[in-house]
């Protein structure tokens, strides 16, 4: 693969936004008026045959294990060695035989780029783009970072994989970018997760901040967003008052395991997100969670330099 397009993928990941980018021709959106759960009953796992994709699907597991409305039995899994660099086509013939299907694919960059491709000649429907990293280095303030851009805060994992990493006691960033805000009700009210407080960009309402330990301005800085902007604290503290963020579908609690890594959590919380449990109708066009509560360096979550993308796709 030549480098030129590589740094381009590398950049859709981590710029925030695909439409930032002027790249018209990357996987569709799905159409804000489509149901989260219109596919979800036809839900398939790709991951790449390694450690990593190994983790990823432990947390999946568990999250199709803690909704009791799943029916499939165990997740549909295809585990990949190197067909997406060597034979691109084969993937090609397996998405094309699972029309009317909801994938969650794990991978790296290279894999990514040519998965995109992939799904875009298909008129793929994309529901989900992550990037997730985990800093080599021990000084790092915000260890585990998370950026992604899905269709709508109807298809947010953002608060999902937050309650999670907040159980084990990690310090973390996650951004989210939004290609349409919710339709209907979507006040924004404040995080239901315990430890957050509520932020609102006084510049602009559809940008929302949710912050553990750590100012509005220095969370900005953090992930990258300006820091001259004023912001409006929105209702209580998380833990003083109860909203539906973690809520599954039909008002049943959800539970988070507690994982022995990362990579699990965030299995969990994209897959969960697929399946419809923890629908967020808050309505944005970008937020994030930023938490440094956290323990550094702590022994429950393994932080030494990994990487990795996550789709969540129609086709």
């Known amino acids: 693969m030549d480098e030129a397009r590589r740094n381009l993928m590398k950049g859709m990941l981590t710029g925030g936004t695909l ?19 219109d596919k979800t009953r036809n839900c398939h796992l790709l991951v790449a045959n390694t450690r990593i994709g190994e983790m990823f699907s432990r947390g999946a597991y568990a999250a199709c294990a803690s909704n009791t409305h799943y029916r499939q039995g165990i997740l549909p899994t295809v585990k990949l060695e190197d067909e997406l660099l060597t034979h ?12 009317n299907t909801r994938w969650i694919a794990v991978m790296d960059d290279s894999s990514a ?19 997730h990293t985990s800093a080599s280095s021990d000084d790092a303030t915000f260890p585990l970072r998370h950026v992604w851009t899905n269709a709508s805060p109807a298809y947010s994992a953002g608060g999902l994989l937050a309650s999670g990493l907040m159980q084990s006691q990690q310090n973390f960033s996650i951004v989210e970018n939004f290609l349409e805000e919710s339709v209907g009700d979507g006040a924004m009210t404040g995080s239901s997760i315990s430890g957050f407080w509520s932020y609102r960009s006084a510049g602009n309402q559809a940008t929302h901040l949710h912050c553990a330990g750590v100012s509005p301005i220095e969370a900005c800085k953090s992930v990258g967003w300006k820091k001259s902007g004023k912001w409006e604290s929105v ?25 022995d890594n990362w990579e699990e959590a965030t299995g969990f919380a994209i897959v969960a997100m697929a399946l419809g449990m923890g629908i967020n109708q808050e309505s944005c066009s970008s937020r994030a969670f930023v938490n440094s509560l956290g323990q550094r360096n702590s022994s429950d979550l393994e932080l030494s330099g990994k990487h990795f993308v996550s789709f969540v796709v129609d086709v």
């Open 19 to 37: 439409l930032a980018l002027g790249v018209p021709g990357i996987t569709q959106a799905v159409p804000i008026n489509q149901s989260v759960s």
């Open 88 to 99: 691109p086509l084969r993937v090609a013939e397996l998405l094309y035989r699972s029309r």
């Open 235 to 259: 209702s209580h503290r998380a833990d003083e008052f109860r909203s539906d963020q973690d809520k599954a579908v039909r008002g049943t609690a959800l539970v988070h395991p507690k994982f």
């Open 113 to 131: 780029a040519i998965f995109n491709e992939l799904v875009r000649k298909l008129d793929g429907h994309l529901l989900s783009l992550g990037s």
